[in-house]
């Protein structure tokens, strides 16, 4: 009686533990309601975990303390031909945070390669029942200039994306919506804020971005932001014209970013009513190209990126973090030699050492018998 007791009671602790810190991991997260210590990485959709919620796209002002995301690893030179599949990582929860090791990572969906006009690339698939696809680089950039090289899809409501995004959500963005095969559209975002007035500017006078390859780039520097189509500039912010009259704060993307590929479905219902209509409607999935092919698409034969640190780091340096006089208005960014890896994959949801450790002493005792109070 005194084991089934034991038992009992063992069972409402360890049930008691992972009901609380599974609520924990699940928790929201944000600036000013940030994550608990046990689960103290904010991930970049805004959930509280650790492992893998530890590094791209963790936000360290919702998160714990500022060094609970591991440190971004920092921007190099570089040419990547995405049809070199062995440096891409087709499932993000696997990557450890080893920028040396893969170039990109899978986060969403499905690549497969392909051949456009005798140009070896990936295909970025969408469907029906598993959605888009999104493609991270394992590297952040810091200003620079980035070009990648792409085809679009061609249907209303299936957005293809090429943009940088940071922890703390500045958003560089060159988008594609729906079947405008004639434009792109440029954008840009400071700390995720929507602002009244969009900046959102439509580039017209493309040839046919379905049929035919181009190089869009963004130029991002720490005082202005430039959009290219095949080498032409479209559109130059500057810095100061971001600047919000009421507060004085200088809202111009300042942070070290990702870049990121994408396709994705705008067209469908749970996405609200005016970004159906952005996209061109809702996407049919009775288009001969989806009913042949199973899926939609877009092309990404290359990304290039130059970087231009606002500052020289020293040769051990090997990632960004955010300083400690970060704040939201101001965030500031240093050099480090931390490391950028995590040392295992996520703990068991709900389940602390000390609590598995107890649950594991009584079950041995029962077993044996031998646990008598």
């Given at each position: 009686?005194?084991?089934?007791?034991?038992?009992?009671?063992?069972?409402?602790?360890?049930?008691?533990?992972?009901?609380?810190?599974?609520?924990?991991?699940?928790?929201?997260?944000?600036?000013?309601?940030?994550?608990?210590?046990?689960?103290?990485?904010?991930?970049?959709?805004?959930?509280?975990?650790?492992?893998?919620?530890?590094?791209?796209?963790?936000?360290?002002?919702?998160?714990?303390?500022?060094?609970?995301?591991?440190?971004?690893?920092?921007?190099?030179?570089?040419?990547?031909?995405?049809?070199?599949?062995?440096?891409?990582?087709?499932?993000?929860?696997?990557?450890?945070?080893?920028?040396?090791?893969?170039?990109?990572?899978?986060?969403?969906?499905?690549?497969i390669n392909t051949t456009s006009n005798g140009e070896a690339a990936i295909a970025v698939l969408l469907t029906e029942t598993g959605g888009g696809t999104l493609l991270s680089s394992t590297r952040y950039v810091h200003y620079g200039q980035i070009t990648a090289r792409l085809k679009t899809g061609r249907w209303a409501g299936v957005v293809t994306a090429f943009i940088t995004m940071s922890n703390i959500k500045d958003e560089i963005d060159w988008e594609f919506p729906g079947n405008q095969t004639t434009t792109g559209q440029t954008n840009y975002f400071w700390q995720g804020v929507i602002p009244a007035q969009t900046a959102g500017v439509i580039e017209t006078g493309l040839t046919d971005t379905y049929s035919n390859w181009h190089d869009f780039t963004v130029d991002w520097q720490p005082d202005s932001l430039t959009f290219s189509v095949d080498g032409n500039v479209t559109r130059t912010i500057t810095a100061v014209q971001t600047t919000n009259n009421t507060t004085g704060v200088v809202q111009f993307p300042n942070t070290p970013s990702r870049i990121q590929l994408s396709i994705w479905p705008a067209g469908i219902s749970t996405e609200p009513q005016g970004t159906?209509?952005?996209?061109?409607?809702?996407?049919?999935?009775?288009?001969?190209?989806?009913?042949?092919a199973g899926h939609f698409y877009a092309l990404f034969q290359s990304v290039s990126v130059q970087c231009n640190d606002p500052a020289t780091p020293s040769a051990s340096d090997t990632s960004y973090v955010y300083s400690t006089n970060s704040s939201l208005d101001t965030p500031s960014i240093a050099f480090s030699n931390a490391s950028t890896m995590i040392?295992?994959?996520?703990?068991?949801?709900?389940?602390?050492?000390?609590?598995?450790?107890?649950?594991?002493?009584?079950?041995?005792?029962?077993?044996?018998?031998?646990?008598?109070?």
């Open positions: 009686m005194k084991q089934i007791c034991l038992f009992s009671s063992a069972l409402a602790f360890l049930t008691s533990a992972v009901l609380v810190q599974a609520a924990q991991q699940g928790a929201t997260c944000n600036s000013t309601n940030p994550c608990s210590s046990l689960y103290p990485c904010c991930s970049e959709y805004g959930f509280c975990g650790d492992g893998y919620y530890c590094l791209g796209g963790c936000n360290p002002l919702a998160s714990n303390t500022l060094n609970s995301c591991k440190s971004s690893p920092m921007c190099e030179n570089a040419n990547y031909t995405l049809s070199d599949t062995s440096r891409i990582l087709s499932n993000y929860t696997y990557f450890n945070g080893n920028a040396s090791e893969y170039d990109w990572v899978v986060e969403q969906g499905s690549i159906v209509q952005w996209a061109g409607g809702m996407i049919n999935w009775n288009d001969p190209d989806y009913v042949s040392n295992s994959a996520p703990a068991l949801i709900g389940v602390s050492a000390s609590a598995m450790s107890m649950w594991l002493g009584v079950s041995v005792a029962l077993a044996l018998g031998g646990l008598v109070l």
